[in-house]
């Protein structure tokens, strides 16, 4: 649990690079699409250029966030430049054999062009004409490069120097090694991928049978973010976005339109909207707009300590104005993902049972888009959903989005502080919260040694009478993955169990107290 913990720590970084990601990817769709009609208010081809800049950057961080997470995860210990070196090898190692390997008769969206690599050209019998790209793997391409990289370096510890390849270095010998196994390893993925993609085409063929089903739509809606999650939400959207999956469409001309994503915005473009379309997006209005801004500010009313609120203040209203005019979903996920993960079960089952009531009450409301690049598509804006009042035929949907909205924003906000409070930690009430409060008592010397303690989601802060009386190594056993001194204390990182275990400190002093005036 505690490696567990320090992962949150590690991968911050990547997890800032991917919200501001976000945030210039809604700077550049603002400018450029033209629904939002900035495109004819900035007739000016710096401004426009700025705006094409801003889309190309945040696609390529967005498209390529595992990368991110190779870098950070292979660069935490000694000897970074060694190990970020070595996965950056594996890593296109890894590619290269996907792209080799990899069965060629699967589905378009399995396969992407990952840091540019392809290949049209090959002197290998069994690989097919044609241009091949890289098996799409995500996170778990990424996962698998890193560990190995890691693994080849702690071995290269113990590299023996009269060896018959001592004449290498150490460095290089970890490159090499690392390079060898994560080129295995892609050749592992190319035969195993198609059972993984084979799984994932039949539960799109269950949901497409019947798309008016909700129990397909809270299926759909919670594979959907769970893809997207770990980068392979191009399996799912592909299909329902821009194929027949998503349903079809004639238009006035006797032409057919398939996909979701295609027949709303034809429709759109027609002024023409059918209101049967869009039920794939619905629900994005409701998350981005609502839910995720109750999430935040549930969040940010856990933390005690007022200077530390007050510090939060400007990054809570920055992360609800992205969440509301680009969304926040994805960098919000894998943070919850490392930091708290029952917090993310609920909310991707609370996602699914949208999905399922607004398909049941036949609530849509779609997503304008001519890029078919689904992996930094940004449905479900407020820029959009104010757009469509201009439609006499939508403004009873809007209206009713928007009254659920701050009905899932309140129960969001409740049930954040409801986890974070009372689920963090034993919730079996197997006792392990007790023990942790008092063995964290214990470890900064007694209820008698505690000034004043304070907690946030992930830390818990202790001020001390007496700084020699705190046991850092108990504390670090107990699964606080950092200890550090702040302003207001020794600040300790016990993730999203640090409110709880503050909560019950505080009754342990109030507890000793009472003794004390009773005798």
């Not at 081809?45 to 950057?57: F, M, P, Q, S």
């Not at 993902?337 to 917090?343: E, H, I, N, V, Y």
């Amino acid at each position: 649990m505690r490696n567990w913990r320090s992962l949150f720590e590690i991968l911050k970084s990547p997890l800032e690079i991917i919200f501001v990601a976000v945030m210039l990817a809604g700077a550049g769709n603002l400018i450029g699409s033209p629904i939002f009609g900035l495109v004819t208010v900035f007739e000016n081809d710096y401004v426009l250029a700025a705006g094409e800049i801003l889309t190309r950057l945040s696609q390529f961080l967005l498209v390529h966030f595992p990368f991110l997470f190779l870098i950070r995860l292979s660069a935490r210990r000694g000897g970074s430049a060694t190990t970020f070196v070595s996965a950056l090898c594996g890593y296109i190692g890894f590619l290269c054999a996907t792209m080799l390997f990899a069965d060629s008769t699967l589905p378009s969206s399995a396969f992407s062009s990952i840091l540019g690599l392809s290949i049209s050209k090959s002197q290998v019998s069994f690989v097919t004409p044609g241009v091949h790209y890289p098996l799409q793997t995500g996170m778990l391409g990424a996962v698998i490069t890193s560990l190995i990289a890691l693994w080849a370096f702690n071995r290269g510890r113990r590299r023996n120097e009269y060896g018959f390849f001592s004449f290498i270095s150490r460095e290089t010998s970890v490159m090499i090694r690392t390079t060898v196994f994560c080129t295995l390893a892609g050749v592992a993925a190319a035969f195993v991928w198609p059972y993984l993609i084979a799984g994932v085409q039949r539960v799109i063929h269950f949901i497409s049978v019947d798309t008016t089903n909700p129990v397909n739509l809270a299926l759909y809606g919670i594979m959907e973010r769970v893809l997207g999650d770990v980068n392979l939400g191009t399996l799912i959207r592909q299909p329902f976005w821009y194929t027949a999956s998503g349903g079809s469409w004639i238009n006035v001309a006797g032409g057919s339109v398939a996909g979701d994503v295609s027949i709303w915005t034809a429709q759109v473009s027609a002024n023409s909207i059918s209101g049967m379309t869009g039920r794939f997006f619905t629900p994005y209005y409701i998350l981005n707009i609502f839910a995720v801004p109750g999430m935040i500010w549930g969040m940010y009313s856990i933390s005690t300590d007022k200077m530390d609120k007050a510090k939060k203040r400007m990054l809570c209203l920055i992360a609800t104005a992205v969440s509301l005019c680009c969304g926040t979903l994805l960098p919000l996920e894998l943070m919850m993902a490392l930091l708290c993960p029952l917090l993310l079960i609920i909310h991707l089952g609370l996602t699914g049972v949208l999905y399922a009531a607004l398909q049941y009450f036949h609530i849509y409301l779609g997503y304008y888009s001519s890029d078919a690049l689904v992996m930094t598509a940004m449905p479900g804006t407020l820029p959009e959903l104010l757009y469509y009042l201009r439609f006499p035929s939508l403004n009873r949907t809007v209206l009713i989005i928007a009254g659920a909205g701050v009905f899932v924003m309140i129960l969001y906000f409740i049930i954040t502080r409801v986890y974070f409070r009372h689920l963090a930690v034993d919730l079996f009430n197997t006792g392990e919260k007790g023990r942790m409060v008092q063995a964290t008592l214990t470890a900064v010397g007694g209820v008698e040694n505690i000034k004043m303690v304070q907690s946030s989601i992930t830390a818990l802060t202790v001020s001390v009478y007496d700084p020699t009386r705190l046991d850092f190594g108990v504390l670090k056993k107990l699964g606080s993955f950092r200890v550090y001194e702040t302003r207001a204390g020794y600040s300790i990182c016990y993730g999203a169990s640090s409110t709880m275990i503050r909560m019950g400190i505080q009754e342990a002093m109030h507890e000793t107290i009472r003794a004390v005036n009773l005798h």
